[in-house]
């Protein structure tokens, strides 16, 4: 009895640790969505520049959690909630780490377009609505994770849901711009591109969701699959 004392005290350092990096990877991720959008919407190049180096702050970051992850199960053979958080902690870094893939695209649009100058549609607000809904859901997945509140993620498909009623209605205004000659073809194909990237992203966050879901209860919040594996963002 005396030697797993030591050993359970070690697994909680290392859990708490690991709970430190998800935390930082989370903000990480959440501040180059922000700084893709400000770079988008406020013709702002600075704050889209910052984003290549966040997105590699998060690659980075990933590659420690996981190798963390592995370690704690290899050294200590955690159990029940334990080793459910560790594993869910591996999937969810995942989903963290394409996020932050999908806002270094969008920062590449950012400059794309002023570079080249062109007009932003009409849309922009739809798209600040877009980008915010889609924070917020990221930033409600992963203060769930680190709280392990599986109550406040048991309905977050629904704001997915939003994301993707304003996905259609802007897709369909700027296919429309383009059929009447009022936004050339090239800046809405990259609007488009910027909104599927906040769809994506919306999606990962619903993943988070279900993983802590998961994580905190040990049952799936969807039925006949097991835990969060139907991932739509791929």
Do not use: W
Not at 109 to 118: H, N, P
């Amino acid at each position: 009895m005396k030697s797993e004392r030591p050993r359970r005290v070690a697994l909680e350092e290392g859990l708490s640790k690991l709970g430190e990096n998800m935390v930082t990877l989370a903000e990480l991720s959440e501040f180059a969505i922000q700084k893709a959008i400000g770079g988008l919407l406020e013709s702002d190049a600075p704050q889209a520049l910052e984003v290549s180096t966040l997105d590699r702050e998060i690659y980075a970051l990933q590659n420690v959690i996981e190798k963390n992850c592995v370690d704690l199960i290899a050294l200590h053979a955690p159990v029940a909630r334990d080793l459910r958080t560790i594993t869910t902690s591996l999937k969810i870094v995942t989903d963290l780490d394409r996020i932050g893939r999908y806002a270094r695209d969008i920062a590449e649009i950012a400059l794309e377009q002023q570079k080249q100058g062109k007009a932003p549609p009409r849309e922009e607000e739809q798209l600040k609505r877009m980008s915010d809904l889609t924070i917020h859901m990221v930033d409600t997945a992963v203060r769930a994770f680190t709280r392990h509140d599986a109550a406040s993620v048991r309905d977050i498909a629904e704001f997915d849901n939003a994301v993707d009623d304003l996905y259609e209605a802007i897709y369909q205004d700027l296919i429309t711009q383009i059929g009447k000659g009022t936004l050339s073809p090239e800046t809405g194909v990259q609007y488009i591109l910027v909104c599927r990237y906040l769809e994506r992203i919306a999606d990962h966050a619903v993943n988070v969701g279900h993983r802590v879901v998961y994580m905190v209860t040990g049952e799936s919040p969807i039925k006949g699959i097991g835990p969060a594996d139907a991932d739509p963002a791929g």
